[in-house]
């Protein structure tokens, strides 16, 4: 499940219609909004980052909005990937390995002598 934050930008006379329109919806959440600088703050949930955007493009393409854009985001696919990150040794034994001299250690990433 990911949640993302979205800073709805419109012109103060519209910001209560969409206010009410975003109450109303089944695709965000409303939270809270200042007319005199024109914008609305909601919040969208998603299974994965696709059902996010297509919320997101939902609300850019509503009538008087000016701009939506993400601001933060937690998607709990990267806190899976994060703590399997935080379980692995950062570095590879064999540079540990005392035993190898270190002209042995052949490395992959310079694609000058590659190709």
Request: proline share 3%; with cysteine.
């Amino acid at each position: 499940m990911n949640i993302s934050s979205i800073v709805v930008q419109a012109r103060a006379e519209y910001i209560e219609e969409l206010v009410d329109l975003f109450k109303d919806s089944d695709f965000c959440d409303y939270h809270l909004h200042d007319a005199s600088q024109g914008k609305i703050i909601v919040t969208v949930e998603g299974e994965g980052v696709e059902e996010e955007i297509a919320k997101l493009v939902k609300i850019q393409e509503l009538p008087h909005v000016i701009a939506a854009d993400m601001m933060m985001t937690y998607q709990e696919e990267l806190e899976q990937e994060r703590d399997k990150l935080e379980f692995t040794d950062e570095v590879p034994a064999m540079l540990n390995d005392e035993t190898i001299h270190p002209k042995d250690i052949v490395y992959h990433g310079d694609l000058k002598k590659r190709f």
